[in-house]
Nanobody, 126 residues
Framework: QLQLVESGGGLVQSGGSLRLSCAAS????????IGWFRQAPGKEREGVAC????????NYADSVKGRFTISRDNAKNMVYLQMNSLKPEDTAIYYC???????????????????WGQGTQVTVSS
């Protein structure tokens, strides 16, 4: 059974860092493009970052560019989101999502992701 499990969330002060992990099981991550999304209370879900199958393409929301870095280790079936210089407005539940196939991440927010993790809470205090 295909499963994505996020971890690494927590409470951090403004300006701090966290690294989120997304562990895939039940399938070979090699064949999937991965996106990170977040949803804050009362707000719509927002696309944060995307990485293509071979890591040759990445894309980021304008709000996180220069602060967040997405990466993957296909051998370990893992995807990561390094988050630096965190701000209170980064507070949200963060989800990873997978879509089968090669995508260049340019329009990653609109891809038809079929598999989602349960999310991990990130809270940034001011």
């Amino acid at each position: 059974q295909l499963q994505l499990v996020e971890s690494g969330g927590g409470l951090v002060q403004s300006g701090g860092s966290l690294r989120l992990s997304c562990a895939a099981s039940g399938f070979n991550l090699d064949y999937y493009t991965i996106g990170w999304f977040r949803q804050a209370p009362g707000k719509e879900r927002e696309g944060v970052a995307c990485v293509s199958r071979r890591s040759d393409h990445t894309n980021y929301a304008d709000s996180v560019k220069g602060r967040f870095t997405i990466s993957r280790d296909n051998a370990k079936n893992m995807v990561y989101l390094q988050m630096n210089s965190l701000k209170p407005e980064d507070t949200a539940i963060y989800y990873c999502a997978a879509i089968y196939g090669y995508y260049d991440c340019l329009g990653f927010v609109k891809y038809g992701y079929k598999d989602w993790g349960q999310g991990t809470q990130v809270t940034v205090s001011s």
